[in-house]
Nanobody, 114 residues
Framework: QVQLVESGGGLVQAGGSLRLSCAASGNRFGIGTMGWYRQAPGKQRELVAAITSSGSTNYADSVKGRFTISRDNAKNTVYLQMNSLKPEDTAVYYC????????WGQGTQVTVSS
């Protein structure tokens, strides 16, 4: 069973930055695409950014130019650098990984104050 542990969430003022990390463990097979999703109160979970094992990336339009996803395959870790944060970025952020199925982290809260 793949386990994903997120860290790096917190409270930040608008315009600030945060860096999220997600470490995967327990996988018996290689890890493919990894990504970050978020869910704000009363809204559906949405894709923020994703990165394949070869480094190709995909971003939601709302975060392009502000967020950067990266990964360290040797550490089975994916990162999300979030700059120029806005109050509308406030949500629980979830890590996601594909490895013989889809696996989710427990989520980390990001709160951006205005």
């Amino acid at each position: 069973q793949v386990q994903l542990v997120e860290s790096g969430g917190g409270l930040v003022q608008a315009g600030g930055s945060l860096r999220l990390s997600c470490a995967a463990s327990g996988n018996r097979f290689g890890i493919g695409t990894m990504g970050w999703y978020r869910q704000a109160p009363g809204k559906q979970r949405e894709l923020v950014a994703a990165i394949t094992s070869s480094g190709s990336t995909n971003y939601a339009d709302s975060v392009k130019g502000r967020f950067t996803i990266s990964r360290d395959n040797a550490k089975n870790t994916v990162y999300l650098q979030m700059n120029s944060l806005k109050p509308e970025d406030t949500a629980v952020y979830y890590c996601n990984a594909v490895s013989m199925g889809i696996h989710w982290g427990q989520g980390t809260q990001v709160t951006v104050s205005s």
